[in-house]
Each structure stands twice: as C-alpha cells, then as structure tokens.
C-alpha cells in the first residue's frame, strides 16, 4: 500500500482495525517493522471485523461482514507546511459484505467475494464510488446455501481462470473466463488449500 507500495496493511484480529507500516525515510520496499501507533484505520464506527483486504489498481479494497470500502493514499499539508500522509476511507456498499475471512478474490474484471447470501462480482470502472454488485451464484444457489460459512475456503485458480469455494469435500468452482460454473468433489476434509505454479494443494489435520 501507498504511494509506491511501500507500506504493509494488517488485520485479522477480529475486529474492524487495520494498521499500516511506516517505511523509513527513502525507503523504497515494503516494510513490516515499524507500526507506529497512529497508523492505524478503523473501519465504520461499529464493531463488525474487516473479513479481507483486497488491491485493486490503486486502491486498497477493504471488507467487512456486511459492507465494503476503499482507502486510498493521500496527502494534507498543515499550515506550516508539513506534508501528512493519510489513508481516507471511503464507504462502496452497506448492502453486502465477504462473510469468509481471506475470503475475497482479485480477478481480471472485479473482485470475487462470498457473502451470507451468494457469492458476488463487485465490479467497475475506473469509478470505483460507483462499483455494483453482481450476484454471481444464482446457477449454484441451492448448493451454495448447503455451505457452512464458517468452513469455506477460496483460492483463485489463475492458470485456468477458476474461482473454487470449498466447503469439507464439496468444492463449486467458478470460471470467471467464461462465466459457468461446476462442481467438484474432493476426497477428504479440506481444512485449507493454496495455489502455487498452477498446483492446487489441500490440506486437513490428518
């Protein structure tokens, strides 16, 4: 995040707080050490967590349960001339949200997320004020709603162009190249699963 990607955002403590690093002076890269205790965003006024972070072009796309919003970086130069830097957030919905933690997905013409009531395409130009949501799962949606929002997984398949969501054994799989759907089943549990070199790999505590 900021200007030149030199900032490291966090979240994930089960509330509706993002901190952000602060890079030394000149840095160029990215950095994780320095966490000063301002840098910090709460999201809303409530306390519903942030449920994924998501960069898309120059914006950092942030969700909580029920809503979603961007930040994006700028700068305020006081009276005395010194320039400070500041992550405004801006509110995008308050109609839907990523009910899954690490839920959401960057791909080609929007972000994928799921949500209590369907899986969406969040999508737009380059008003991103003006993003709509598309509900994606209609074709899927008896299956869906049989998924334990507590237990799915999602990954993006990029070598074939695959959203997967994986409840246990029972994985639905959306190709955002050609817009259909199927489904897919796995032989054990999936407790987690990642995509490498296109390479799907899962894992359970067995």
Not at 35 to 47: A, G, K, Y
Not at 85 to 101: A, E, L
Not at 117 to 143: C, F, H, P
């Amino acid at each position: 995040g900021g200007e030149s990607n030199t900032r490291v955002f966090v979240y994930g403590d089960g509330s509706n707080t993002i901190y952000y690093s602060e890079p030394e002076d000149g840095a160029t890269k990215s950095s994780a050490e320095y966490f000063p205790e301002l840098n910090r965003l709460d999201i809303d006024i409530d306390s519903i967590p942030v449920t994924a972070l998501v960069p898309y072009y120059s914006r950092l796309f942030i969700f909580k349960e029920d809503s979603v919003y961007y930040t994006t970086y700028s700068t305020l130069t006081g009276d005395d001339g010194t320039v400070i830097i500041s992550f405004p957030t801006n509110n995008v919905t308050k109609s839907v949200g990523c009910s899954v933690y690490n839920g959401a997905l960057s791909v080609p013409n929007g972000i994928i997320f799921p949500s209590n009531d369907g899986i969406y395409l969040a999508k737009g130009g380059y008003v991103y004020e003006q993003m709509s949501e598309n509900l994606l799962s209609k074709r899927v949606d008896g299956t869906y709603k049989t998924f334990d929002q507590n237990n799915i997984i999602t990954l993006n398949n990029q070598t074939l162009g695959e959203a997967w969501f994986i409840d246990g054994n029972d994985v639905i799989i959306y190709n955002y190249r050609n817009d259909t759907w199927y489904k897919y089943d796995i032989l054990e549990n999936a407790l987690y699963a990642s995509y490498h070199d296109g390479v799907i790999y899962f894992g359970n505590d067995g």
